[in-house]
């Protein structure tokens, strides 16, 4: 099993990112996705989720700025994010999930940066 993130990297206040997360080893559409993240001296935050079916749920931090979608054809996960702020810098997870915020597997991490 490998969930491989990529996007990340140096945005401005206000700016934007697109993290993607590729999935491969097992059967995408049969799970859950979710987007987890773990800013500098701090614990593991959850981001965003997004069920087989398609609904979507979000933190408070997100609501309004990050949107997640996926493709089950392309066995990838995505996750929109606007109006970046400072506090939104992080290590960003990408993760399995095989019950309520009951996390698999776990890609690497891409780093996500807001800075002016």
């Known amino acids: 099993v490998q969930l491989v993130e990529s996007g990340g990297g140096l945005a401005q206040p206000g700016g934007s990112l697109r993290l993607s997360c590729r999935a491969s080893?097992?059967?995408?559409?049969?799970?859950?996705m979710s987007w987890v993240r773990q800013a500098p001296g701090k614990g593991l935050e959850w981001v965003s989720g997004?069920?087989?079916?398609?609904?979507?749920y979000y933190a408070d931090s997100a609501k309004g700025r990050f949107t997640i979608s996926r493709d089950n054809a392309k066995n990838t996960v995505w996750l929109q994010m606007n109006s970046l702020k400072p506090e939104d810098t992080a290590l960003y997870y990408c993760?399995?999930?095989?019950?309520?915020?009951?996390?698999?597997?776990w890609g690497q991490g891409t780093q996500v940066t807001v800075s002016s």
């Open positions: 997004i069920h087989t079916d398609g609904n979507v």
């Open positions: 080893g097992f059967t995408f559409s049969n799970y859950a």
């Open positions: 993760a399995q999930l095989t019950g309520v915020f009951l996390f698999g597997y």
